[in-house]
């Protein structure tokens, strides 16, 4: 049975017309169930998470992240 499921998910992401088609459902799905705007503000958080979890990834240290991230101009 999880083999199935490992075909299904390696064919998803080889296939990049379906994997298209399977983000685009999911923010379909979750447009419909809760609204528009709580779904956009949903993705920019995901989106900054992963970036600030790659910058994090990258073994840089946390304050040079926290420097690009937000610079210290306008910290005050």
């Given at each position: ?13 080889d296939n ?21 705007l709580k ?38």
């Amino acid at each position: 049975m999880m083999d199935k499921w490992m075909q299904a998910l390696r064919f998803i992401v080889d296939n990049k017309r379906v994997l298209g088609m399977v983000i685009g459902l999911l923010f379909g799905v979750l447009v419909l169930t809760v609204g528009l705007l709580k779904s956009l503000l949903l993705l920019f958080f995901v989106a900054a998470g992963y970036y600030v979890g790659r910058l994090f990834e990258e073994q840089e240290d946390w304050r040079d992240v926290i420097d690009r991230v937000i610079p210290p101009k306008y910290r005050d």
